[in-house]
C-alpha cells in the first residue's frame, strides 16, 4: 500500500506530557499537510509543507507545537504540555503541487488525554 | 459562522435509495469545491474536485453540482449501499493559499437495509 501512514495509531497520555507523531506521505507528493479534526467536526488545518520549506501556519497552532519536515519527506508533528483540549484525531495529508489536485490522508492519530 | 455550512446534519435511507446531501459556502475567494468521504476512524477519502466552471462531476454513484453564482453545491448519491454509510464533508479551496482547504462539518449518512 503506497498511501499516507500515521503512526502511532492511537496514542494516550496524562496531561502535560510530550508527545509526537510521524507521518510517511506519498513518496512522489511534494505537499504535506496536518490537520485536527475533534468528534463531529470537519478537519481544521493546522500547516503545510512545501518540500521541507513550512510554507503556513494557522493561529490554532499554538507554541506547543511543532512541526518538521527535515528532508521533505517524512514529517513530525509535537506537541509539548498537553493539555486536555488537545484531545483530537490528527490527520496528515499529501498532494502533488498544484491548485486542483486531491489531498490524501492518512488514518490519523487519535490522541487521548488523560 | 462556519464558512462551510451542510445540511442535513444527519440522515438514514434505505439501502438501494437515492439521496442528496447539500452545502452552501461563503468561503473567497474561491478556486474549487470537493467533496471527502470519511468512514469512521479512517481518513477522508476524495470524490469528486469542481472548479468554478464546472457544474458537475460524477464518480461512480456520486454526483456533486456546483451553482458558483449562489455559492451552493450538492452530492446525489444513487442507489445506495450500506457501505456508504460515512460522513460526506464539503470542503472548499480558496484561490491562492497554498491548497488549504476548508472544510464542513459534515453529513452523517447511515443506509439501512
Known amino acids: ?114 | 459562522k462556519n464558512q462551510v455550512e451542510q445540511s442535513p446534519q444527519s440522515l438514514i435511507i434505505l439501502e438501494g435509495k437515492n439521496c442528496t446531501l447539500q452545502c452552501n459556502y461563503t468561503v473567497s475567494p474561491f478556486s474549487n469545491l470537493r467533496w471527502y468521504k470519511q468512514d469512521t476512524g479512517r481518513g477522508p477519502v476524495s470524490l469528486t474536485i469542481m472548479t468554478f466552471s464546472e457544474n458537475t462531476k460524477s464518480n461512480g454513484r456520486y454526483t456533486a453540482t456546483l451553482d458558483a453564482d449562489t455559492k451552493q453545491s450538492s452530492l446525489h448519491i444513487t442507489a445506495s449501499q450500506l457501505s456508504d454509510s460515512a460522513s460526506y464533508i464539503c470542503v472548499v479551496k480558496l484561490t491562492g493559499g497554498g491548497n488549504k482547504l476548508t472544510f464542513g462539518t459534515g453529513t452523517q449518512l447511515k443506509v439501512e437495509l
Open chain 1, 1 to 114: 500500500d503506497t498511501g499516507v501512514s500515521q503512526d502511532p495509531r492511537h496514542k494516550i497520555t496524562k496531561r502535560g506530557q510530550n508527545v509526537t507523531f510521524r507521518c510517511d506521505p506519498i513518496s512522489e507528493h511534494n505537499r504535506l499537510y496536518w490537520y485536527r479534526q475533534t468528534l463531529g467536526q470537519g478537519p481544521e488545518f493546522l500547516t503545510y509543507f512545501q518540500n521541507e520549506a513550512q510554507l503556513e501556519k494557522s493561529r490554532l497552532l499554538s507554541d506547543r507545537f511543532s512541526a518538521e519536515r527535515p528532508k521533505g519527506s517524512f514529517s513530525t508533528l509535537e506537541i509539548q504540555r498537553t493539555e486536555q483540549g488537545d484531545s483530537a484525531m490528527y490527520l496528515c495529508a499529501s498532494s502533488p503541487t498544484g491548485w486542483d489536485q486531491p489531498q490524501h490522508f492518512g488514518d490519523g492519530t487519535r490522541l487521548s488525554i488523560l
